[in-house]
């Protein structure tokens, strides 16, 4: 496993809590979200998308956020930008960044947070392009929008630079091509660019930023991200389906089932001693050292999400989990429990669970 540089040891600890209100604090943070719900209408009533999230992100710190496709991560993060699709809408809460409350600020209030201080980096690159623009103009328009006395002269300039600083040669070649004249990973180093024109992002959201690419470019883009949170003292949001991606990136993971966070640590000791069965089932579905099975081959968790709108009582992962019992699972929704400094687990047999070790073929 790659390792990223730590974060300060105080960042990474967690303040302690208890039930499902804990709070797993950073010290110096760049966002608390505390007690966060988000639910859509349906015919059955109201459905809570994400149901009581807590979770922090340190200055400086790459927090990964996994979990499968309908876990509620995507959502997280448009309440994040408050982007939330309507009919869905907040129910409760608080987003602190920069010691104002998100969720209490106008649309007016809010668009300069937007793309200034918190951006978003998307999973497809053609998403965030315009086609019909050039590069260089695509840039220089965002930043006629956010820093308006700018000369088109210092525009263009800031636009070269930033692509140098994306890793983009030839960037004055590159501003004049149309985003179909570039490559997967060019384009994707081009809308990171975008995201960071402002140049006082304070926290980024990679919202399954390699998704879409190949393996040797997902690794250059996650290079990219690791120096740019570096250099610049970012927060990075990291959402993924994918475990090697984290183990690659991230200072710290948190796992997301059912629009509930149920597992909280530092990346090593995630994949060292992963204490849900969730976390341990997406550890064991990563591929093999040597084996090349295709991923439709690989062992995978039984089942699928559950629809948000008929969860199973008690804990959301019982259908799914092997080691369920019926008169203790069903009974009622685990608490997010601290297992020891900084890690926090929503399972009510983590301390009965047999000893859990990856396979030494595990290439996360
Ligand atoms: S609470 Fe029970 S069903 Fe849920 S993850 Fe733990 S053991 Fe499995």
Redesign the pocket.
Known sequence: MKHVAPIPAESQTGTSGSGTTAFHGAAEPALEIRGLQVRFPSDQGPVSVIDGIDLSIAKGEILGLVGESGCGKTMLARSILRLIPPPGRVTGGKIMFDGVDLLGLNHERMRPIRGDKIAIVLQEPMTSLNPALRIGDQITEVLKAHRPLLSQAERNALASDLLEQVGIQMASQRLTQYPHELSGGIRQRVVIAMALVCGDVRLLIADEPTTALDVTIQAQILELFTRLQAERRMAVLLITHDLGVIAQTAHRVAVMYAGRI?EIAEVNQLFDSPR???TRGLLLSLPRRGVGLPKSQLPAIAGSVPKLSNLPS?????DR?P???ED??QVSV?ALEETRPGSWV?????RE?PAFELPADVKP
């Open positions: 149920v849900h069965p969730y008690g804990c959301s992962f019982y989990c080691h369920h019992l203790r699972c685990p929503r399972c009510h047999r983590w669970l």
